[in-house]
């Protein structure tokens, strides 16, 4: 059984800082790129960053770039990081993790990834 788990969401002031962490179990190897989704109240999910197995490739969307980063900790199984810096209101959304196996460079497109976290809350407040 695959499990994403999300963590590190929060209420935070503009212009803060937050890293949200996400831990997955139960996928069949390392090779899995993972990457941020986070979907506003009445809008639809949208792509935020990934990063392909080895980290060697990633991937933004334009409104984060400069102040976002992904990361992931190859010693700790399958766990990639989002460093959110300078974070504005619109940044606020329920943040998801996901994963899947791709050829190429990370997907942006929430259709393609099979295994989900749940979410977590981040509230920018202005």
């Known amino acids: 059984q695959v499990v994403l788990l999300e963590s590190g969401g929060r209420l935070v002031q503009a212009g803060g800082s937050l890293r949200l962490s996400c831990a997955a179990s139960?996928?069949?190897?390392?090779?899995?790129?993972m990457s941020w989704f986070r979907q506003a109240l009445g809008k639809e999910r949208e792509f935020v960053a990934g990063?392909?197995?080895?980290?060697?490739?990633?991937?933004y969307e334009d409104s984060v770039k400069g102040r976002f980063t992904i990361s992931r900790d190859n010693a700790i199984e399958n766990t990639v990081y989002l460093q959110m810096n300078s974070l504005k209101p619109e940044d606020t959304a329920v943040y998801y993790c996901?994963?899947?196996?791709?050829?190429?460079?990370?997907?942006?497109?929430?259709?393609?990834?099979?295994?989900w976290g749940q979410g977590t809350q981040v509230t920018v407040s202005s």
């Open positions: 996901a994963a899947d196996r791709f050829i190429g460079g990370v997907q942006d497109a929430a259709l393609e990834y099979e295994f």
């Open positions: 139960g996928l069949a190897d390392r090779t899995y790129t």
């Open positions: 990063i392909t197995w080895i980290g060697r490739s990633t991937r």
